[in-house]
T-cell receptor
């Protein structure tokens, strides 16, 4: 069964500092991995996705994530945090099987950016 | 990217009434759509999978008669919360897949008084 673990429910960084949000997954088949961002009272916006192509994936707003199979990780990074990055971030894994595909979300990490 | 809309964005209703939430894929067709529920400061909980032309698949613990799902066309799924009670107050989000990626609607905030 697939699962997603996000380490740290809250992460606080200073503006301009490196952002690192951690995500580990378990999956019985090669997974599709995603990072989504959610602003208050809004739906989820896709930041980036890994679907078995390049292991380093670049997304929107300067974010990127690296798929490391040996570590079963898909951590999200951004070199320099901006105040507008403050939001909730969800890591997700999707498996495709005979019944279709199903997405499982991590618990989420709230990013705070200090001026 | 693919766009998914939801309507209404916010609804307040009295206890005992029913509320319908619409989810539309605007620029693509979706034979499957997903309905999630999100409590404050928590992650998304999958409620059910909506299947065009057939019955929805509900996750364990989700009441089928409480949360009625209809997938009438390739671009529209509806969730009806029947006989709503205050504990049904939540943020409901739908999604539709396109090319192995889930695209989410903006969500509907339901408040039951």
């Amino acid at each position: 069964a697939q699962s997603v673990t996000q380490l740290g429910s809250h992460v606080s960084v200073s503006e301009g500092a490196l952002v690192l949000l951690r995500c580990n997954y378990s999956s019985s088949v090669p997974p599709y991995l995603f990072w989504y961002v959610q602003y208050p009272n809004q739906g989820l916006q896709l930041l980036l996705k890994y679907t078995s192509a390049a292991t380093l994936v670049k997304g929107i707003n300067g974010f990127e994530a690296e798929f490391k199979k040996s570590e079963t990780s898909f951590h999200l990074t951004k070199p320099s945090a901006h105040m507008s990055d403050a939001a909730e971030y969800f890591c997700a894994v999707t498996e495709r099987n005979t019944g279709g595909f199903k997405t499982i979300f991590g618990a989420g990490t709230r990013l705070f950016v200090k001026a | 990217g693919a766009v998914v809309s939801q309507h209404p964005s916010r609804v307040i209703c009295k206890s005992g009434t029913s509320v319908k939430i619409e989810c539309r894929s605007l620029d693509f067709q979706a034979t499957t759509m997903f309905w999630y529920r999100q409590f404050p400061k928590q992650s998304l909980m999958l409620m059910a999978t909506s299947n065009e032309g057939s019955k929805a698949t509900y996750e364990q613990g989700v009441e089928k008669d409480k949360f009625l799902i209809n997938h009438a066309s390739l671009t529209l799924s509806t969730l009806t919360v029947t006989s709503a009670h205050p504990e049904d107050s939540s943020f409901y989000i739908c999604s539709a897949p396109a090319k192995d990626t889930q695209y989410f609607g903006p969500g509907t905030r339901l408040t039951v008084l």
